[in-house]
């Protein structure tokens, strides 16, 4: 954790937060890295808890935050002075133009009203809503209003910025290219940002690090790579014959498995290779017809995060 | 070509923070307000009072002999006072058109998330929201008043230019303040307790009706001054008189009550605003 957080934009630590009598965050600790960082957890995990305690809406039962080395709590208007956060929910103000809301946007966010202006129109290109500038908001289709949010929360070029359910109501197209715009604002543009999902395959596809939420606790954090690395304890196999013993004795000796569209991913306990795989197989009279070191996904290590077990 | 090919600059340039922050709030709502015809229509027909009383001036100067201006003229002060009897009504229309959206606009269409994740507190945000109506319904009473007193003072000098009435600035200055404050902070205060501008618009004036015609019947019943208690237009009536000096039986109450009653919705509205606007933080 000390390494981890030495570089780190944003830290927690002991972090709880709670409405009333509801505890939403429940003593959590951990940092957000420099780089695209995917925030994890089912409705309710205490995500957005999270992020509106940085942005300082929200003050902390106990423990600490910290952004850029700042208190959010004591010093709110610094550290959203850093921020960009594109909300979840619909956000515009009604009879504005896409160009007066964001170069507003930049305005609020301390920027001269010149400069408010000009960066207005380049962001608004940026997200490709350049011909679409001159319209008021209120018009655009749900496509549009993501990218409007997208570009309100870029225009002062934050430090850091929150995306919270980003591609919240796109179609399938729509949804790959806010994908590839806010690959390419942390790839080309080098800026952090932290991504509050619950759909996994965004998460995997923007972020390099992710930080698991359930029941308002940390289930899991890291880099995905080495969440989902190899491992000798994963396999693919797929058998020839009824598989119901195989599985059964697999079961019988503490593994685990999965059901694929092509065969079964088997989790070995410590210390147990492919062999058992092998005399398992010869004991239950099947075949072993294809075996590979298999990698966990990313799903595996959410489900595992969240108590979810797979089948045994 | 892909979308994002398109870039655009990087922004280094941060400043001190702004020390004014919520003057862009106003700013940008007042242009929004006043691109409107319709509403520019209404803001022009709250100075026909203004017109109507400078009409009268001059021509009770220019025709009337020096005996009969004396009588046609209200004494002292009360002239300012009569005209802001005018203007009490069309700042709550003017108000109601121009600010019931102020903040019900925003809860709706989440626009209050784009205020309060930026470097804004919430205070920033209730002044800038608050400076909408304030520079309004100054503009169609503090800035006119000022206007028919330099009128008074030119067309008739013996009975305005004496040191018994150089206090009306001041008055005015008060009076304007009181009215606008009163009428900006009620229906700020409702327009955060709704979503929609036009429940938050008929919520403001259908109370104001509805207290006055409260004042009407309680005062009838009981033949108790006090009534006026109940009213927000009776409330800054009663200040006005004291201001300007216009005795009015149904008003005989002494100005401190009103000023009391005043103090404390303002209060009041303060108070729901507050709980409002850290409410839609925290539920969002």
Redesign the interface.
């Known amino acids: 954790m000390a390494e981890m957080t030495a570089a780190a934009l944003v830290e927690f630590q002991d972090l709880a937060v709670s409405?009333g009598p509801v505890q939403a965050l429940v003593s959590v600790s951990g940092a957000f890295l420099p780089g695209p960082t995917g925030l994890l957890g089912p409705n309710g995990a205490g995500k957005t808890t999270l992020l509106?305690t940085l942005?300082g809406?929200?003050t902390p039962d106990a423990g600490r935050i910290s952004a850029f080395g700042l208190d959010p709590i004591s010093q709110?208007?610094?550290v959203?002075?850093r921020?960009g956060?594109m909300?979840e929910?619909?956000?515009?103000?009604?009879?504005?133009t896409a160009s007066?809301f964001v170069a507003?946007?930049g305005?609020?966010?301390?920027?001269?009203?010149d400069?408010a202006i000009s960066?207005a129109h380049?962001?608004l290109?940026?997200?490709?809503l350049?011909e679409a500038r001159y319209r008021t908001v209120d018009t655009y289709s749900t496509g549009m209003k993501q990218r409007v949010k997208l570009a309100?929360a870029?225009v002062?070029?934050p430090d850091l910025l929150l995306l919270d359910e980003p591609t919240n109501g796109l179609d399938p197209e729509g949804r790959t290219?806010m994908l590839?715009?806010i690959r390419?604002i942390s790839a080309?543009?080098q800026m952090s940002l932290i991504l509050c999902s619950h759909l996994l395959r965004d998460v995997e596809a923007v972020c390099e690090n992710v930080i698991v939420f359930n029941l308002g606790k940390v289930a899991a954090q890291g880099a995905i790579a080495e969440l989902t690395g190899p491992r000798r304890s994963v396999f693919e196999v797929r058998v020839k014959g009824d598989p119901a013993g195989f599985l059964t004795d697999l079961k019988d000796h503490g593994c685990e498995w999965t059901e694929g569209e092509d065969g079964y991913r088997v989790f070995l306990t410590d210390g147990q290779g492919p062999e058992l795989l092998f005399r398992t197989a010869r004991e239950c009279g099947v075949q072993v017809r294809h075996l590979r070191p298999g990698t966990q996904s990313l799903e595996d290590v959410f489900l595992s995060a969240l108590g979810h077990q797979v089948q045994a | 070509m892909?979308?994002?090919d398109?870039?655009?600059?990087?922004?280094?340039?941060?400043?001190p923070?702004?020390s004014v922050?919520f003057w862009?709030?106003t700013r940008?709502a007042l242009r929004?307000l006043l691109a409107k015809k319709a509403f520019l229509a209404l803001w022009a027909a709250c100075w026909l009072p203004f017109i109507g009383f400078v009409i009268y001036l001059w021509g009770v100067t220019q025709f009337a002999q020096a005996p009969q201006v004396a009588e046609m003229l209200p004494s002292g002060a009360q002239v300012f006072g009569r005209y802001f009897h005018f203007q009490i009504l069309l700042v709550f229309i003017l108000s109601t058109f121009g600010g019931a959206?102020l903040i019900a606009?925003?809860l709706?269409?989440?626009?209050?998330?784009?205020?309060?994740?930026?470097?804004?507190?919430r205070r920033d945000y209730v002044a800038g929201k608050l400076g909408v109506l304030l520079g309004l319904d100054l503009s169609v009473t503090l800035v006119p008043a000022l206007l028919l007193y330099l009128v008074a003072l030119g067309l008739a000098p013996d009975r305005y230019l004496v040191w018994s009435l150089a206090y009306v600035p001041l008055a005015i200055t008060a009076y304007a303040l009181t009215l606008s404050l009163s009428a900006s902070l009620l229906l700020l205060a409702i327009s955060a307790l709704s979503r929609s501008a036009r429940v938050a618009g008929i919520g403001f004036f259908g109370l104001i009706i509805a207290l006055d015609i409260v004042r009407g019947v309680v005062g009838a019943i009981y033949r108790w001054p006090g009534a006026i208690l109940l009213s927000l237009q009776a409330n800054v009536q009663a200040i006005d008189n004291a201001l300007f000096g216009i005795e009015e039986r149904a008003y005989s109450i002494h100005w401190a009550y009103p000023a009391v009653v005043l103090t404390v919705l303002g209060l009041a509205c303060l108070l729901i605003l507050r709980t409002r606007v850290r409410a839609v933080?925290?539920v969002?």
Not at chain 1, 107 to 113: A, I, N, Q
Not at chain 1, 125 to 128: L, N
């Open positions: 409405y509106k942005l809406f929200l709110p208007l610094e959203r002075r921020i956060y909300p929910v619909d956000c515009h103000l009604p009879g504005m007066a507003f946007a305005e609020l966010s301390g920027m001269p009203r400069e960066r380049e962001v290109y940026y997200v490709g350049g309100q870029l002062h070029d290219e590839d715009l390419d080309r543009r | 892909p979308i994002y398109q870039t655009y600059r990087k922004y280094e340039a941060r400043g923070m702004r922050r862009p709030i940008e929004l959206g606009n925003d709706r269409t989440g626009g209050i998330l784009v205020y309060l994740s930026r470097p804004l507190t933080e925290i969002r």
